[in-house]
Every structure is written in structure tokens, then in C-alpha cells.
């Protein structure tokens, strides 16, 4: 038997964290799924996920979903970055990435899962970079505030940002992020958002897949309009949105304290 890659094999194989994310890193969701559907189920500890095979799948969509217009952003700051940190870190690449940018500044990455922090520490030492980030395991949405957190100029969030709703939630974390990191000069806030006028027999399937999935876990995702209706309630000024739309509506808001 002989096996050759069919014409759309290299786009499949790009494509493999999205699927990662859905059927390792969410398999008990949606193993449970008929289940979950009836609302009354959805009690106790039933959003059962793999951080780990998250943080991984994470880490690789990142890399062709956000990592160039993000680092577009990042070129274009006007100010030289001594102190950044990214919330919702998982596998810590993203700071890490910040650091090799700014090789003179410290970096802090925030997340509530252990089993990704782990992995983060282990990227770091790989790196060399242990000495220079500090890794805190911590529910970005209830933080008490820290030494570490005053300073930090950069601010950065990717693939979470969606927790932080419904909207009165959203606004109140929003302002709670300016009085933990009152020093920050921009928020890079990278997330999915929910499509708009596209019929769900139209979907591609993992944009269904993802959007069911945070359906059954009862996480509101948000639209562009509905972002972009929060930010000066919440404290900050939109200075520019990266429209990316590759798979589930990416997008990347750059803001600033009001």
C-alpha cells in the first residue's frame, strides 16, 4: 500500500491544533454533550477540559492565527518595553516571545491552569529565559493585586478574553485590569469573536465546533460590536483593531488607558 498526501493535505496539516483543541483538549464536552444540552446539567465540575492539550493547541494556532499581526503591533509600540505581562498565558510562549523582543525586560505570565504553568516553566528554562519571567497561577477574572503586577507597560491577553463576560462582567474587569496594572501603556487583547449573518449549515467546522463547544460550557463570545462597545466603559481607548478572521472571527483590539 502506498500512501500520498491528497492536494489539500499541507492546509489539513496546518489546520491539526484546531482539532487538537477540539477533540483532545474538549473531549470529555463533548463526550457529555448530550448531557450538557439540557441547561439544568450544567452544575458542578462539567466543563471538564485538558489544559494541557489546550495550552498546546493554543500555542500552535497562535503561531499562523495571531503571532504576525501581533507582532506588528508590538513593532509598532512608540515606547521601549521594560516590563510586560500576558494573562491567560498557557504554555508561556507569548511572553517568552515579549522577552526575546526586549531583551532588557522582565516578564510575568498569569493562568489558572497548573499543568500549562508547568509546561511554561519547562519553556522557559529550555530558553534560558527562567531568571527573567515568573510564571503565577491565578483566575485572571478574581486577582488580588501584587508587587510584580506595578510596572508593567506591556499588557497582553490572547485566546481568553471571551471569559470575561457577559458584559457587566466584562466592563468591571476591564477597569479592574487598570487599577492592577495602573502603569500599562498598551493592552494587546487578541480573541475569537462570534460570526455575524452566516448561517450555522454555513459554518466551516471548526468555527461550529468552537462555538458550540463554549455554547455547551455557557461562555459568551462576544462579537466585534459588542467589543468594541465595552472599552471606554471599562477605561480604554481603542487605538487600532487588527482584523485577522482565519478560522473563528481572530481579531487583535490595541488599547490604552483613558
Not at 500500500?1 to 487538537?20: L, Q
Not at 516553566?121 to 529565559?129: G, S, V, Y
Not at 460550557?217 to 481607548?237: K, N, Y
Request: aromatic share 10%; glycine share 6%; proline share 4%.
Amino acid at each position: 500500500m502506498k500512501i500520498v498526501p491528497a492536494t489539500h493535505f499541507a492546509e489539513v496539516y496546518r489546520a491539526r491544533s484546531f482539532f487538537h483543541w477540539l477533540s483532545r483538549g474538549s473531549a470529555d464536552l463533548f463526550r457529555r454533550m448530550p448531557e450538557v444540552l439540557v441547561a439544568e446539567n450544567r452544575v458542578g465540575d462539567f466543563r471538564r477540559r485538558d489544559s494541557a492539550a489546550i495550552a498546546y493547541a493554543c500555542r500552535e494556532i497562535s503561531t499562523f492565527c495571531y503571532d504576525p499581526w501581533f507582532r506588528e503591533a508590538v513593532d509598532g509600540l512608540d515606547f521601549e518595553v521594560t516590563a510586560v505581562a500576558d494573562l491567560g498565558c498557557g504554555s508561556g510562549e507569548r511572553v517568552l516571545q515579549l522577552l526575546r523582543r526586549f531583551p532588557a525586560a522582565r516578564g510575568l505570565g498569569v493562568d489558572i491552569a497548573r499543568p500549562a504553568l508547568a509546561s511554561a516553566a519547562e519553556a522557559a528554562d529550555a530558553a534560558e529565559l527562567a531568571d527573567r519571567v515568573l510564571f503565577v497561577e491565578a483566575d485572571v477574572l478574581a486577582m488580588e493585586p501584587r508587587e510584580e503586577f506595578l510596572g508593567v507597560e506591556l499588557l497582553t491577553s490572547f485566546m481568553m478574553g471571551h471569559d470575561f463576560w457577559p458584559r457587566q462582567s466584562c466592563v468591571a474587569t476591564l477597569r479592574r485590569l487598570r487599577e492592577l496594572f495602573p502603569e500599562t501603556r498598551r493592552f494587546l487583547l487578541g480573541d475569537a469573536t462570534r460570526t455575524v449573518g452566516i448561517p450555522d449549515d454555513e459554518l466551516p467546522v471548526f468555527t461550529l465546533g468552537f462555538e458550540v463547544a463554549h455554547d455547551l460550557m455557557g461562555t459568551f463570545i462576544p462579537t466585534v460590536a459588542d467589543w468594541e462597545s465595552v472599552f471606554e466603559e471599562g477605561g480604554w481607548l481603542l487605538r487600532r483593531k487588527h482584523t485577522i478572521d482565519l478560522a473563528v472571527g481572530e481579531v487583535i483590539f490595541e488599547l490604552e488607558q483613558l
